[in-house]
């Protein structure tokens, strides 16, 4: 039995809503990708020297995925939105001012704070709203964040070229504050008390027939985040620096992001609507296991051509592992805990990208090469792929209806 608000046509303006504000509070996720090739010209840095501000950046967003999860279960998201806002605009001009590497980092960890607030704690407050199509809501606003890194890459590439990277930032400050802080008022009604009593009820079946605790699952996915994640992050960060060192250009790398992430969109809506049949766990493993096998392609092949191709494929591949973490907090962790329970998660798989930013470019500056960082990518899948098959080895088969 589900609550007249869920799946309602309220719900589903909200949906519009939150995804609006997801494609622009993500920005600051992406744009130091972008910009690294400058940063690392400006302040004569090495490769893993200039990947500590997107490090810096994702820490902050995984902290922050926590922390304003757990603001939103108190405070509700309006609120959280507003403060984030400020903060990431704050930000963006604070590293403008930067006049060293160290303090440019510590600009972008506050950045990453800021910005957070469009992953995590977005996704938790619409999860709320739906019961039948949870899979494909939480879905399109997870593709918020792909969204944000498909289109602002290419959009802010001809002030780069013409102004450099500070007018990128001051650009991203201003627009921030006008597009997030009006729509986040749009999102000050709560949802019914009992509405969480129908959700919870069906968490709690769902518990116990997987045979964990909400505390052990919250650890094993956390884990199994941070493997899958390292590998992601591998195209994901370096792909413009791996562009600019075959010769391509910095162009041609952020044409390759915007298409890995275009087709992680694509894959988020259809694993959206793949885990409302399926679940959160089945959904989990198959892109995990497409992942690597994407992973795989960039071994053999670094051709402009095929590394078009590989972007799109490996987008398609990933682009629904880290929304089915959060299904999967919800199938079986009660609703009221969600803010926190599925900030922890979202936090351990952007722990695992800012790992695996950086080490990627240590085995960079060791090497002389990226081949040995897409192995330690393939590794670290592995490790993704083991844990969601034990948990599904562990899961005794249950009724479909229970799987909300």
């Known amino acids: 039995m589900t609550h007249p608000i869920h799946d309602s046509r309220?719900?589903?303006?909200?949906?519009?809503i939150t995804l609006a504000i997801a494609t622009v509070a993500n920005v600051g996720m992406w744009a130091v990708i972008v910009v690294m090739p400058d940063i690392e010209a400006q302040f004569g840095a090495g490769r893993a020297e200039a990947s500590m501000p997107y490090t810096l950046t994702m820490i902050g967003f995984a902290l922050g995925n926590m922390w304003l999860g757990q603001l939103l279960d108190r405070l509700g998201v309006t609120k959280a939105l507003i403060g984030a806002a400020?903060?990431?605009a704050a930000s963006y001009g604070l590293a403008t001012l930067a006049p060293s590497m160290m303090m440019l980092s510590?600009?972008?960890?506050?950045?990453?704070?800021?910005?957070?607030?469009g992953f995590g704690p977005l996704?938790?407050?619409?999860?709320?709203?739906?019961?039948?199509r949870r899979g494909i809501a939480v879905a399109l606003v997870a593709s918020g964040n792909y969204l944000s890194g498909a289109i602002w890459p290419t959009l802010l590439a001809g002030i780069l070229a013409r102004d450099g990277w500070q007018q990128v930032y001051l650009s991203l400050a201003v627009i921030t504050l006008i597009a997030v802080i009006p729509l986040s008022l749009l999102l000050r009604r709560q949802v019914p008390i009992e509405a969480h009593g129908t959700a919870a009820a069906a968490a709690q079946l769902n518990a116990q027939s997987a045979g964990f605790s909400p505390r052990a699952l919250q650890y094993i996915l956390g884990i199994a985040g941070i493997g899958c994640c390292v590998a992601m992050s591998m195209p994901q960060v370096h792909i413009v620096a791996y562009c600019v060192g075959l010769g391509y250009g910095p162009a041609v790398g952020a044409e390759m992001l915007s298409l890995m992430l275009l087709g992680g969109v694509v894959s988020r809506v259809i694993s959206g609507l793949v885990a409302d049949k399926l679940g959160g766990v089945r959904t989990l493993l198959a892109g995990s296991v497409?992942?690597?096998?994407?992973?795989?392609?960039?071994?053999?092949?670094?051709?402009?051509?095929?590394?078009?191709?590989?972007?799109?494929?490996?987008?398609?591949?990933?682009?629904?592992i880290v929304p089915s973490y959060a299904l999967v907090v919800r199938e079986y962790m009660p609703p009221r805990e969600a803010g926190a329970r599925v900030g922890f998660v979202m936090m351990m798989t952007i722990l695992g990208m800012a790992l695996g930013g950086w080490?990627?470019?240590?085995?960079y500056d060791v090497s002389g090469d990226y081949w040995l960082a897409f192995v330690n990518g393939i590794v670290w899948n592995g490790l993704n792929i083991a844990i969601m098959v034990m948990l599904l080895?562990?899961?005794?088969?249950?009724?479909?209806?229970?799987?909300?």
Not at 123 to 132: C, K, P, Y
């Open 10 to 16: 309220y719900s589903w303006f909200r949906l519009l």
């Open 86 to 88: 400020i903060l990431s």
């Open 106 to 117: 510590a600009a972008h960890l506050l950045l990453g704070l800021g910005t957070s607030v």
């Open 123 to 132: 996704i938790a407050d619409i999860s709320h709203w739906f019961m039948r």
């Open 290 to 320: 497409l992942q690597c096998a994407a992973l795989f392609l960039f071994l053999p092949y670094d051709g402009m051509v095929s590394l078009y191709v590989i972007s799109a494929l490996f987008g398609l591949a990933q682009g629904g």
């Open 359 to 363: 080490m990627s470019g240590w085995i």
């Open 393 to 404: 080895a562990r899961s005794r088969p249950r009724r479909r209806e229970a799987m909300v």
